[in-house]
């Protein structure tokens, strides 16, 4: 029972998800069943996030965006928590889509697009990595790439990747979402991965 999900475009992720289809329940463990089941509604967020944007022609662009979230609370235990759209974490400025994309840009080909750390590092924030964030040989070397790579079992539960080194982690993500397919339906299908873990808190 398992809903696609493509990926939001920045109009989408302005609007707030929807209320009752990203109601959570408490990590307490209640069940409250009246007047709402799971959690109660309590205001919204607004965050500014990075987001992947896929041209017509599939080229990759990252776009700062304002995010809607909302934020629920319990009843019974008075735990609050924030939950946003597919493809964002509420406690990390890196959504698992973004993330996605720019894993996608610096995965050899076929798994990816090739391209080196410091061309993935200009996309989000328009200028070359610090001088410092360079590996022994001088090539560019961005270390949130490695970070991600380290944290793919938390940001795609649903998914079971193999252990390994990171290239090994790395091409058997990139394969769950469709190798070889164009980087839409990729990104579609680390959105959907992505809410298949649950709603995005
Ligand atoms: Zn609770």
Redesign the pocket.
């Known amino acids: 029972m398992t809903t696609p999900r493509p990926l939001p475009t920045p109009a989408d992720l302005a609007i707030p998800p929807d209320i009752d289809a990203c109601r959570p329940l408490?990590?307490?463990?209640?069940v409250p069943v009246f007047p709402l089941v799971g959690?109660h509604g309590d205001g919204l967020t607004h965050r500014v996030v990075p987001w992947p944007v896929v041209a017509d022609a599939g080229v990759l662009s990252v776009t700062w965006v304002v995010a809607a979230g909302r934020r629920f609370w319990?009843?019974?235990?008075?735990?609050t928590v924030r939950v946003a759209h597919a493809g964002l974490r509420c406690g990390a400025l890196y959504g698992s889509a973004v993330i996605a994309a720019l894993l996608h840009l610096v995965a050899a080909v076929p798994f990816g697009q090739g391209r080196d750390d410091g061309h993935a590092h200009h996309l989000v924030h328009g200028r070359p990595l610090p001088a410092s964030e360079r590996a022994r040989s001088g090539s560019p070397r961005w270390s949130s790439l490695r970070c991600w790579l380290r944290e793919l079992a938390r940001l795609w539960p649903a998914l079971a990747l193999p252990s390994g080194d990171s290239r090994t982690r790395l091409h058997a993500l990139l394969a769950a979402f469709g190798l070889g397919a164009p980087l839409r339906e990729v990104l579609d299908a680390a959105v959907s991965a992505h809410a298949r873990g649950g709603p995005a808190m």
């Not at 408490?26 to 209640?30: K, Q, T, Y």
């Open positions: 408490c990590a307490c463990g209640a959690m319990c009843p019974v235990c008075g735990t």
